[in-house]
């Protein structure tokens, strides 16, 4: 059973940063793109950035320049590295893995728990 394990989450200031990691564990072949999202109350939740198993990244407009993703695959673990945070990056920020278990052979996304980013003086 593969499962995505999030941590970083927390209370900063404005201007402030923080780290999130998700890491992944369980019998696993293959880990395929990987990605952050978020939900704010009351909104969809909405992709924050993505990276390929080869490094190739992509981001939204509200993150550029100031979030950097990146993954370290002999760990599993996928990280958001964000500064210069501002009070609309408040929301629930969730990992998502495309992964080839190790069994069942079945190519499919799992999700993390969710860890609470607040941005706040």
């Known amino acids: 059973q593969v499962q995505l394990v999030e941590s970083g989450g927390g209370l900063v200031q404005p201007g402030g940063s ?31 950035a993505d990276i390929t198993s080869g490094g190739n990244t992509n981001y939204a407009d509200s993150v550029e320049g100031r979030f950097t993703i990146s993954r370290d695959n002999g760990k599993n ?12 990056d408040t929301a629930v920020y969730y990992c998502n893995m495309d992964v080839l278990p190790g069994w069942p052979l079945r190519r499919r996304d799992y999700w993390g728990q969710g860890t609470q980013v607040t941005v706040s003086s």
């Open 77 to 88: 673990t996928l990280y958001l590295q964000m500064n210069s945070l501002k009070p609309e």
């Open 18 to 48: 923080l780290r999130l990691s998700c890491a992944a564990s369980g019998t696993i072949r293959e880990i395929y793109a990987m990605g952050w999202y978020r939900q704010a109350p009351g909104k969809q939740r909405d992709l924050v």
